[in-house]
């Protein structure tokens, strides 16, 4: 899995981020050429720790600093008596400042530089110092057949500060990029690294602030925080004295003819995850499903949104939309919650109906989108969502004057007061059907909790992404349900019950 160290700084940067550090650490009297050598010597530092046996190196170096670290980290690996070419894409003779620099240093180190072309054998290990973090359009020829022979040549691939073709503003792949299996990347974390396409393309990640003045790093603006073992809000713990009428009644609403199990996955969530009391209101027809399953819910068989407007006076959270449909059934539990004044989880069908503008989402809500429902929440394709997911996040956030889960390979959560929230945890065993029901009881069990909307929503993102981990590791066949346990597990780890 990608990003397994987690001794990883919690700030996450755009590019130019970066490089506004970048310029102000050379401003306060760091060279960038001193800057260059430590990103160097950290890359080959890497390299040997990742291949402690390896003795050949091969450099694809581009044009811009990005191609002065590979030339670098070439005259280093030369010194330590490995056997080194560089294959440059283009004319070195283009290159400027300290890139020029780092060139001339391994020229004057008698480094076998040759141009690259699509016949040129790559050897032992291949470094990609072809594009850094400047890139924006599309990955042009010669770079495009570059990477295509980086990632058909089966050897390993490090690459320096972000793999060749990934966007670091975004994690989008901009047209071709390198899989690589280690990226090394300096002075602040870019975004890019950790959503959207990356986790295909980053492997094994290291940083290093190459000893960057903390003030100035403490000074810098920020996109997004990644969620941290060590940064996570927390739920209070409970005195001896508690009972349940102190966490919340979460009721759920959901669960159209055929669709009971989404519905029963979110109320066994919401009870596991800690509310005092859990309601459902489901079809008739699951009501018996439902006692079985969970004979601690209590469970309203509903056949209008008439039978919900007592219980709506007694409950503190809602979540709607697992399994909910969009019949009139659906539509009308729907518009029923959508006029009650209590904080709400919408997901899934509830959604879909809130993006055809059926019903408007009430105030203290969490929206719970996947890439698909949140295209059509923005009248967007699920590509365009997905190219920029950073964006989309806050544009759902600032639509709808909600806190917004943008679910996917590195979560989002986004806030109307423009904070961003990132959890790069999970497993690809977690592609399977019901992982959202759980999710959005979860998130309702933390509200009922006492918990703030974008508090509960990061909480319970980064605890449903760890019980995926965790379960994943048996495998393909990954349930729902097999997460439950797991989620309650790390919830006692992290805000301990009692002290």
Request: hydrophobic share 45%; charged share 15%.
């Amino acid at each position: 899995m990608p990003h397994t160290k987690d001794d990883l700084p919690d700030a996450l940067y755009s590019a130019a981020q970066v490089r506004g550090l970048d310029a102000s650490l050379i401003a306060a009297g760091t060279p960038g050429f001193e800057l260059m050598q430590r990103a160097a010597r950290v890359t080959w530092r890497a390299l040997v720790r990742q291949w402690p046996s390896a003795s050949e190196l091969s450099v694809l170096a581009g044009h811009g600093n990005n191609a002065g670290d590979g030339y670098l980290v070439a005259v280093l690996a030369q010194r330590a008596g490995w056997s080194v070419r560089v294959l440059a894409v283009g004319d070195p003779q283009r290159l400027q400042g300290d890139a020029a620099l780092a060139h001339a240093e391994a020229v004057s180190e008698n480094i076998l530089i040759e141009p690259w072309t699509a016949q040129a054998e790559l050897r032992g290990i291949v470094l990609d110092a072809l594009l850094g973090t400047g890139l924006t359009g599309e990955v042009r020829v010669p770079y495009a057949d570059a990477i295509a022979a980086i990632n058909a040549c089966g050897l390993p691939v490090a690459a320096v500060d972000i793999p060749s073709g990934l966007c670091a503003d975004t994690g989008r792949v901009l047209g071709a990029a390198v899989q690589a299996d280690l990226t090394v990347t300096f002075i602040g974390l870019k975004l890019g690294l950790f959503t959207g396409d990356a986790a295909d393309v980053v492997g094994d990640l290291v940083f290093n602030d190459l000893h960057a003045d903390p003030q100035l790093v403490e000074a810098a603006s920020v996109s997004a925080r990644r969620l941290t073992t060590g940064n996570l809000p927390r739920l209070a713990p409970r005195t001896p004295t508690s009972h349940k009428g102190k966490f919340g009644h979460v009721l759920l609403i959901g669960g159209d003819r055929g669709l009971g199990g989404a519905i029963l996955l979110s109320a066994q969530s919401a009870l596991r995850s800690g509310a005092g009391m859990v309601s459902v209101a489901t079809r008739s027809e699951h009501v018996g499903a439902a006692l079985a399953r969970i004979p601690e819910a209590m469970v309203l068989g509903t056949s209008s949104a008439n039978q919900l407007m007592e219980l709506l006076q007694k409950v503190s959270v809602l979540v709607v939309g697992p399994g909910l449909g969009q019949a009139s059934w659906g539509r009308s539990l729907l518009s029923a919650a959508a006029n009650a004044p209590l904080p709400q989880v919408w997901d899934a069908d509830a959604l879909n109906m809130l993006a055809e503008e059926r019903v408007n989402l009430p105030k203290d809500c969490v929206i719970t989108p996947h890439p698909g429902e949140a295209a059509r929440l923005l009248g967007i394709s699920t590509a365009q969502v997905q190219a920029d997911r950073p964006a989309a996040a806050h544009a759902l956030s600032k639509k709808y004057t909600t806190v917004v889960v943008l679910k996917g390979a590195g979560s989002l959560i986004a806030s109307p007061d423009g904070r961003l929230a990132l959890c790069h945890q999970g497993h690809p065993a977690m592609a399977t059907a019901g992982l959202g029901d759980v999710l959005a009881g979860l998130v309702g069990a933390l509200l009922a909790q006492g918990m703030p909307a974008f508090d509960a929503a990061c909480l319970a993102v980064w605890l449903h992404a760890n019980a995926g981990e965790q379960q994943g590791k048996n495998g393909r066949g990954l349930a729902a349900s097999d997460l439950i346990p797991a989620i309650r597990q790390l919830l006692e780890e992290q805000a301990p019950c009692l002290k």
